[in-house]
């Protein structure tokens, strides 16, 4: 098993930045693609940002140029840099590990993005 602990979340206002932290723990042995999703109210969740063990990074088309994946294996942890926010990015962010063909899923971090 392993679990996900999403960090960062808060309101800030539009142009502002803010940066998430998903950090895994149990059986982090061969975890390979982490990423993050949203959800607004009244839609479906939808891929944000992916990055593989190796580094590779998915990026959804709205988000690109604004925000930043990363991850650093020795800590098991995957970061989303969030810059230039805007009202639409509002939404409850989840952390997601794919671990030998097993989805993972983090409790959700709310992100407000309002004047």
């Known amino acids: 098993q392993v679990q996900l602990v999403e960090s960062g979340g808060g309101l800030v206002q539009p142009g502002g930045s803010l940066r998430l932290s998903c950090a895994a723990s149990g059986s982090t042995f061969s975890i390979n693609a982490m990423g993050w999703y949203r959800q607004a109210p009244g839609k479906q969740r939808e891929l944000v940002a992916a990055?593989?063990?190796?580094?590779?990074?998915t990026y959804a088309d709205s988000v690109k140029g604004r925000f930043t994946i990363s991850r650093d294996n020795a800590k098991n942890t995957v970061y989303l840099q969030m810059n230039s926010l805007k009202p639409e990015d509002t939404a409850v962010y989840y952390c997601?590990?794919?671990?030998?063909?097993?989805?993972?899923w983090g409790q959700g971090t709310q992100v407000t993005v309002s004047s």
């Open positions: 990055i593989t063990r190796g580094g590779t990074t």
């Open positions: 997601k590990a794919n671990r030998q063909r097993t989805d993972y």
